[in-house]
């Protein structure tokens, strides 16, 4: 089936963006112009409190599928695949590829105890991985099972990110990409290699740790017989080494250029900066992320949170609300004894680094009804993603915002996020950025595409912040601090 694609059908570019709960598959032709994309779901597993793991041969038979369905669709004759992967987690895997355990992911916390590893190291080397001590991220993640799974790993042969794995299924080949490789926290970001001082202190055999290819669009191998079969694509089709989703979905969208800035608001909250180069000095125990591009060259800075959509829904749910009566609560008048809200009910990245973190609703009084408290709890989330975007680059006054995602749809709530950062928004609609970043990359290497540096996504201007209000939510986040801060104290 894969050898009778007939050659008379137009060239297409499959990106295949392996996410945490689902891969999506977009295919477009040598103009970038989207035709087709599918999707397909697996389960994440979480066998104890705090794990979360996934078994990689799902998310294969899961591409498999999004594939055929997909290629089928835009009825393209395949020339490049190109991949895009959920960040951070592990797949252990032996000489053949197999996996010796389930797939540990980025939402795991069991390696709590295998960071201070990671605090013992010296500033310098501390430096050197440019992010916060996550973790759910590989190097914690091998440390632990070095501490309590020491036969799995002597099993290991390759500790794959979740992407390279699927990739090796492909093409039988091994490598690792720096987009990917640098959000391990064993990778040495001013190197641009694996960090040995690192990887010595977590007692791991170096030697786990694939080859890292010059960039994400370098050739990383060819469809194999057997992977052309099961995918329903020509055997011998060049495969992309592929990108981190982010660097991505960077890609997808045309954010390059250092200066602007993109908040998405979906599960959790990412606002994300490209850097012309890196920080000097690196600080030790900084709050954001820094991260390789999918480029040849270059980083970029992102702001990190954990309770964005995820935290909202619990409160629409406890208050018994709709989504639309939720966000009509952006629409209330402010109120001089509105209550706050702490929306840390999953801990918290930036700034806190604190996965013990815990939410609140305080200040209440028995004239507070269930819309004030919706109306907190959005003013909540919009101070959390303000002290978010405060870690990154300072942006330019005036300067719009690029806002994308599904949690950033509503009006009121647009304009709450504008007053709560201090800068316009513009609303980009890109259709499966990843997918579409992950096809690219497959064009440029092999030469059909010389430069994936796409266009900006056109931006249309969705709200203007009020000065007042964002003096408001000035005092409303100092006041926001200190009842977290009291919190903290009460709980330790």
């Known amino acids: 089936m894969s050898d009778t694609t007939p050659s008379s059908r137009r060239p297409g570019l499959v990106g295949v963006d392996l996410g945490t709960a689902s891969v999506k598959v977009v295919v477009c032709d040598h103009e970038t112009h989207l035709l087709a994309q599918a999707q397909a779901d697996y389960a994440v597993e979480h066998p104890r409190p705090g794990w979360a793991e996934s078994d990689p041969q799902d998310w294969l038979r899961a591409t498999a599928t999004a594939v055929r369905r997909a290629v089928a669709a835009a009825d393209v004759r395949p020339t490049a695949i190109g991949l895009s992967g959920q960040m951070h987690g592990v797949v252990a ?153 982010t660097a991505a979905a960077m890609l997808g969208t045309g954010l390059v250029r250092a200066g602007t800035v993109q908040l998405t608001i979906g599960t959790g909250v990412q606002v994300v900066t490209p850097l012309d180069e890196l920080p000097a000095p690196l600080a030790p125990r900084p709050v954001t992320h820094t991260y390789r591009t999918a480029g040849p060259a270059g980083w970029y800075a992102m702001a990190a949170g954990l309770n964005g959509g995820s935290t909202l829904a619990w409160v629409r749910q406890i208050l018994g609300l709709t989504w639309p009566e939720l966000y009509d609560a952006a629409r209330l008048a402010p109120e001089d004894d509105d209550p706050l809200f702490l929306p840390y009910l999953h801990g918290e990245r930036t700034p806190w680094l604190d996965p013990g973190l815990r939410g609140a ?109 964002h003096d408001r939510f000035a005092a409303r986040a100092l006041r926001a601090r200190d009842r977290l801060q009291a919190l903290r104290q009460a709980t330790t």
Do not use: C
């Open 361 to 469: 609703w305080t200040d209440l009084s028995p004239r507070h009804d269930r819309s004030r408290l919706a109306r907190a709890a959005l003013e909540g989330v919009a101070i959390a993603v303000r002290t978010a975007f405060d870690g990154l680059p300072a942006l330019p006054g005036g300067s719009p915002v690029r806002i994308a995602g599904g949690g950033t749809v509503e009006p009121a709530w647009r304009q709450m996020l504008s007053d709560a950062i201090g800068h316009p928004l513009e609303a980009v609609e890109v259709n499966a950025a990843s997918g579409l970043g992950a096809a690219l990359l497959g064009g440029l290497s092999t030469g059909t595409l010389r430069d994936a540096v796409r266009p900006s996504a056109p931006g249309e201007l969705v709200a203007t912040p009020n000065p007042d209000e």
């Open 93 to 245: 895997a032996d000489d053949r590829g197999r996996t010796v355990r389930p797939a540990m992911l980025w939402s795991d916390a069991r390696a709590a105890a295998e960071v201070d590893s990671y605090r013992a190291l010296p500033d310098d080397v501390r430096a050197r991985l440019a992010n916060p001590l996550v973790p759910g991220m590989a190097g914690p993640m091998l440390g632990w099972l070095a501490h309590h799974e020491p036969d799995r790993l002597r099993e290991t042969r390759w500790a794959l990110q979740p992407k390279d794995w699927l990739r090796h299924q492909l093409t039988g080949e091994v490598h690792a990409e720096p987009s990917d490789a640098s959000a391990t926290l064993l990778y040495d970001l001013v190197a641009d290699d694996w960090d040995r001082d690192v990887v010595d202190a977590l007692d791991l055999d170096p030697r786990i740790l694939p080859a890292v290819l010059p960039s994400a669009s370098a050739h990383a191998g060819l469809v194999t017989p057997r992977a052309a079969e099961l995918l329903g694509v020509p055997a011998g089709t060049p495969v992309a080494a592929g990108a981190a989703d």
